[in-house]
Structure formats: structure tokens, C-alpha cells
């Protein structure tokens, strides 16, 4: 949560800072998350009678500047939503969230829309609740995230679609999503 705060305020303290540069950028998109097992991994929870849901629904604000045609720099807060684990008697739920930055290569189609790719590091948090027991882990570090998507833009408005991998030590997140944003 202080994590998800923390974002948050970076985002908004930005915001009127960046509003007084054109180019810059707010927005928030929402989309489907989910935790990329290994096949061994899968078929090692599935043999222990353990059945999981890695699948939710995440959603990210984020602020940025685009410098010219074909480069902007963003910051971001991303709740990656949360996967399920249950052996019949127990539920296990791990839950993500993160902060970071991403520079963007754009590539214009034509005046309305560009297709992009991005890279950057984002600073993640994952919590483990073992649900109705009170026990639970944390585990948090620093990781690269990479993504590529398309944006539409007409007047100061722009709709993006996009994928995205965080990264979190040895496990990864995709977040499929749709976005709105404002261009100042």
C-alpha cells in the first residue's frame, strides 16, 4: 500500500510540473494481468493438488514526456493484480505492485498514430497472505520491464493499447491494456 501511495503522489506531484511543458503527458489504463508459470512449474502445483487462478485484472497511471517524433520518457505507478493458489483447505494469494520508468521509442504511422516500444526498471513490491491466518511474506527488488503497444492521438487526447512484462526476479507479470491519456 505504501508502495501504491507512493506512486501515486509521484504521479500527481508531477503532474502540474509536467503540464506546463508541451509534450508532456498524463493517463491511466486498465487491462488483464497475468503470472507466466513454467509448464513445470504448473504441472508441479497441479500434481499436489494445489488448483491456481494466475490470471486478474491490473491497471497503471502514468506520466510522461515525449521529447520529439520518436522518443518520450515515462513514469509509472502499475498494480499487477493478484494470483490465487488453493489446496482445497487453504488459499494462498500473492499480490504485486510497482513504481518506475520506461523510455519509449515511437515510430509515427502518420499524424494520428504511432506504434511504440519501451524499456525501463521498475521497483516492485509483492506481499503473500496465507488468507485467514495472518501470516504473510514480502518480497520486493528492482527489475527491468519491456513492452510494445500502439497510440492513437487526435487534439490532446490519446487512446493507447499495449503489452507489457514486469519482471520480478525469476517470475514475470504481462499486463494487457487500454489506456486514455491527456497531452498538454
Known amino acids: 500500500m505504501k508502495k501504491a501511495l507512493m506512486g ?3 504521479v500527481a506531484l508531477l503532474s ?9 503527458y498524463v493517463g491511466a489504463s486498465y487491462g488483464h494481468t497475468e503470472l507466466n508459470l513454467s509448464g513445470s512449474d504448473k504441472r508441479a502445483l497441479s500434481n499436489a493438488g494445489i488448483s491456481f487462478d494466475e490470471t486478474d485484472k491490473g491497471y497503471k497511471v502514468f506520466a510522461g514526456y515525449r521529447v520529439n517524433d520518436y522518443f518520450a520518457a515515462e513514469f509509472f505507478y502499475t498494480d499487477l493484480g493478484q494470483a490465487v493458489f488453493k489446496d482445497g483447505v487453504d488459499t494462498l494469494k500473492l499480490e504485486a505492485d510497482t513504481v518506475g520508468v520506461a523510455a519509449l521509442g515511437m515510430v509515427p504511422i502518420n499524424e494520428y498514430v ?5 524499456v525501463g526498471f521498475h521497483n516492485w513490491d509483492a506481499d503473500l497472505n496465507l488468507a485467514g491466518t ?5 518480497d ?3 527489475d527491468p520491464v519491456y513492452g510494445a503497444g500502439i497510440n492513437y492521438t487526435v487534439n490532446h ?10 519482471e ?12 486514455v491519456a491527456y497531452n498538454f
Do not use: Q
Open 168 to 179: 520480478l526476479d525469476d517470475e514475470d507479470v504481462d499486463l494487457i491494456s487500454g489506456g
Open 140 to 142: 520486493d527488488g528492482t
Open 114 to 118: 504511432d506504434l511504440y516500444a519501451k
Open 8 to 10: 501515486l503522489s509521484i
Open 16 to 24: 502540474p510540473s509536467i503540464a506546463m511543458a508541451e509534450g508532456a
Open 134 to 138: 495472518g501470516i504473510s511474506l514480502s
Open 157 to 166: 487526447i490519446s487512446v493507447r493499447f499495449e503489452f507489457e512484462r514486469y
